[in-house]
Structure formats: structure tokens, C-alpha cells
Antibody, heavy 121, light 110 residues
Framework: QVTLRESGPALVKPTQTLTLTCTFSGFSLSTSGMCVSWIRQPPGKALEWLALIDWDDDKYYSTSLKTRLTISKDTSKNQVVLTMTNMDPVDTATYYC?????????????WGQGTLVTVSS | NFMLTQPHSVSESPGKTVTISCTRSSGSIASNYVQWYQQRPGSAPTTVIYEDNQRPSGVPDRFSGSIDSSSNSASLTISGLKTEDEADYYCQSYDSSIVVFGGGTKLTVL
């Protein structure tokens, strides 16, 4: 049974750095073809892909946000961490992590429940 | 990067058929697989179509996907509409390891 759970602060101040952790079970990030992605959704708006890390520790980022994002993994703990620097109120969103298969496709087959992050002073 | 453009909203009556389009702005729609996700209010998205036209187990065959190279677009078709199909639907594809979502379509079943 595949599960993912996001954790992190519910409130951050402008200019601070956000750190989110995705803790997963039911699969291994050391298995070829396995990846974990971060996706966010501002209230009432569309999904936006942020970053992906794969089994080989390759990392890919949204073109518009790559200067602010860092994704990393701890395979032994089954965790993926996303940091986003210089937070702004427009970054207020629900942040999801999702298992991503990369077998000739990037496809999000399992999602966490999401965690709402509000950016406000 | 390319964009995926969806209609903002569509509506149809129960029992009818609705089609939601997803147009790729540059590059061929056939070059990379397209997925479709359903998102009900307050919930995470779930997959209804992957790899252009494949249904995950548990998704009814009322949901189907296709691509049309002539219009460079993908489509999600839902037949025999039920009130439970009312949700937001997002298409998704990728290119050069960059993932792109469409802007989402709100389906109203009235």
C-alpha cells in the first residue's frame, strides 16, 4: 500500500525559507523508475509542478522557480525534502508530494493529502 | 516550455456526454504522454487517464482519453455523466523532464 504524507509549517513569514518533508511508504526511491515530485495549488487556482527527484538522485525543477527550490532525498528514511527560499504571500498554497513513475512518462499515481502553507507576516 | 490550455469550465446534464480539451502550445501532443486528473473540492487529485488513453483500475469505462495530432490536443470524454463526476479536471504532460499542468476545467453536472 503506497502512502505519502507532507509535513511542515502551516505559517511562514515573508522572506523566510520553507522546508517541507514528504514521508512515504509502500515503495522505495532506490528502485529504478521511481521518483517523487512536489506540486502546489494556490487557493482556488490550478496545480503547479515544482520539482522532481528520481531514483538516481537526478533533480528537475520548474523553470520559473528553480532559483528558489532545492529537492533532496533520504532513501533510508523514505523521505523527500523540498526547500523554497524567499517566501512571498503569492506562495500561499497547498503543497502536495506525489509518487512519480518515470518509465517513458512522468505520471503521478499516488498523492499525499497536501499541506496548506500560508505566507503572512 | 510549452503550455497546456483547457477551457475554464464546461457543464452538461446527467446521462449526457462531455468532452474536455487540452491544447499543447508548442511541440507535438503525440511526443509525450498526457494524463488526466480529477480533483474534488478539498481532496487531492486522482488519476482518471494515464498514457493518453489508459484507465487505472477502479476508474469506470465512462472515462476515456484520446489525442488528436491535427489540433495538437488531448481530450477527456466522460459519458453517462453522473453528479459525482462534478469536479475539476487537469491535463498533464511533460517535455525534457519538465512537467506541465493545464489550467484546469471545472465540470458542472446539472
Amino acid at each position: 500500500q503506497v502512502t505519502l504524507r507532507e509535513s511542515g509549517p502551516a505559517l511562514v513569514k515573508p522572506t523566510q525559507t520553507l522546508t517541507l518533508t514528504c514521508t512515504f511508504s509502500g515503495f522505495s526511491l532506490s528502485t529504478s523508475g521511481m521518483c517523487v515530485s512536489w506540486i502546489r495549488q494556490p487557493p482556488g487556482k490550478a496545480l503547479e509542478w515544482l520539482a522532481l527527484i528520481d531514483w538516481d538522485d537526478d533533480k528537475y525543477y520548474s523553470t520559473s522557480l528553480k532559483t528558489r527550490l532545492t529537492i533532496s532525498k533520504d532513501t533510508s528514511k523514505n523521505q523527500v525534502v523540498l526547500t523554497m527560499t524567499n517566501m512571498d504571500p503569492v506562495d500561499t498554497a497547498t503543497y502536495y508530494c506525489a509518487r512519480t513513475t518515470a518509465a517513458g512518462n512522468y505520471y503521478f499515481d499516488y498523492w499525499g493529502q497536501g499541506t496548506l502553507v500560508t505566507v503572512s507576516s | 516550455n510549452f503550455m497546456l490550455t483547457q477551457p475554464h469550465s464546461v457543464s452538461e446534464s446527467p446521462g449526457k456526454t462531455v468532452t474536455i480539451s487540452c491544447t499543447r502550445s508548442s511541440g507535438s501532443i503525440a511526443s509525450n504522454y498526457v494524463q488526466w486528473y480529477q480533483q474534488r473540492p478539498g481532496s487531492a487529485p486522482t488519476t482518471v487517464i494515464y498514457e493518453d488513453n489508459q484507465r487505472p483500475s477502479g476508474v469506470p469505462d465512462r472515462f476515456s482519453g484520446s489525442i488528436d495530432s491535427s489540433s495538437n490536443s488531448a481530450s477527456l470524454t466522460i459519458s453517462g455523466l453522473k453528479t459525482e463526476d462534478e469536479a475539476d479536471y487537469y491535463c498533464q504532460s511533460y517535455d525534457s523532464s519538465i512537467v506541465v499542468f493545464g489550467g484546469g476545467t471545472k465540470l458542472t453536472v446539472l
